[in-house]
């Protein structure tokens, strides 16, 4: 199977996938102003070609390196030199990815739909390791239980129909007692290693509203920002209002957190027992205006929540808030289904993608690379599907490309040999072109007719 050919000419199984995606978004350009740059040897570009088709292959880094060895014109060390380089800005490089994939879909985007940007975290587990760079002891929310690893940040955008992952942040235990491992760098805060890794250990309220300025006034700014309850406190909901943007989120069932109404502060429980239900087969249950207030902010954010009974228990009800007013209840509620695009992109990173078992660095560049790879990856997965206006998911689209690099590389290889059967007919045979033209034509028919579909000729059986 070839890879990468020496020549340097596309013309091999993962080069063919891969080859549109990388010119259509200029990864190259993308890389070189994000300092993924080699003064000698394989260029940058070819190495993270080669990484982001790695996992179509069905075979690790060293496995791929043994079998292709011939084939491929740089090692194991040359990968990790790219992944470990600190001075990568990665972060940009994809930030500048994500708004130019969502550009382009864009164009594909009726004016009627209403864009959003979604927020979630989610868990990376290094529960094996000990010596990776900030590991952490993280709390899962979803399991009650604690783990090793790293908590992923995720900023994406979705239409309603194609979720692209725009930014992410991979974070550390913001509190020290619960780092298991420290940093491997010297501290300079003029480098980006250093601030990568003070990054890593912010609040994550913090990093959401510094990732919402940062995509502001871009093809992916839209007007909504939806994100579970983990994020619904007063005080983000003003904060991102205050920014520009519209929130819609489900609430936290918390005394603590209360709302202004009718000219008490009450929390949504006694704001939903002080009023009459809607009867019958309603979508929703109840609906109500508030005002937002916290005491850090003078301001206040009129606000709709709208109660929906809760599917799983129908004795319980889900709160759900917009900023929006002009949003009807209807809408409220579909634009908040939108939030649900960012679960299936966990699934398939990690169970399809590879994210977290793919490599096992412990330098927490190298990680952060590698988490870049694998969500340029998804986008190429996600465009597809869009662009071939494709039913089938993106894991249907990725095991159908894994099969399709299958057959690339099976008509590359039975190309390679006709080749080397004509050169040896006319050196060694004396054969004229015209008889080799024959005789291949010959060996063709005889084929049995499982190659013959692998080749893509015309098949004739009686």
Known sequence: MTIIP????????????????????????LLREAGATKEKGTPACDIFA?????????????????????????????VYRLLNKPAINWELFFFRLGISAVSEINDLTSENRKAALIFDDSPYNRNRSKKVELLSRCYDHVTHSFYKGFTMLTMGWSDGQTFLPISFRLLASSNNKNLLH????????????????????????????????SVKGTAAGAKYVLFDSWFSSPSAIISVRNLGYHVVTRLKNNDKLRYLYNGGILPISKIYAANKKRKGRSRYLLSVNVLVRHNDYTETVPARIVYVRDRSNRKKWIALLSTDMELTEDEIIAQYGKRW?????????????RLEKEFQSRSYDAIVAHATIVFSRYILLSVENRECKDPRSVCAIFHALCQELEDISFSYAFELIISVLKQCASEYLNMTSAAIYEFVERFFQELPWYIKGKLGLRVCES
Do not use: W
């Open 6 to 29: 020496e020549t340097g000419e596309h013309d091999n199984a993962i080069f063919q996938c891969c080859a549109h995606f990388i010119k259509r978004f200029g990864i190259k350009k």
């Open 50 to 78: 080669f990484l982001m088709g790695l996992v179509f292959t069905g075979k690790n880094l060293y496995t791929l390196l043994e079998v292709a060895s011939e084939k491929i014109s740089f090692g194991k060390d040359t």
């Open 182 to 213: 420290g940093s491997h760098v010297k501290e300079d805060n003029r480098t980006l290693a250093t601030k990568r890794r003070k990054e890593a250990q912010k609040e994550k309220p913090a990093l959401v509203l510094e990732m919402l300025k």
């Open 341 to 353: 695009d960012i679960e299936p992109f966990h699934k398939v990173i990690k169970t399809y993608l």
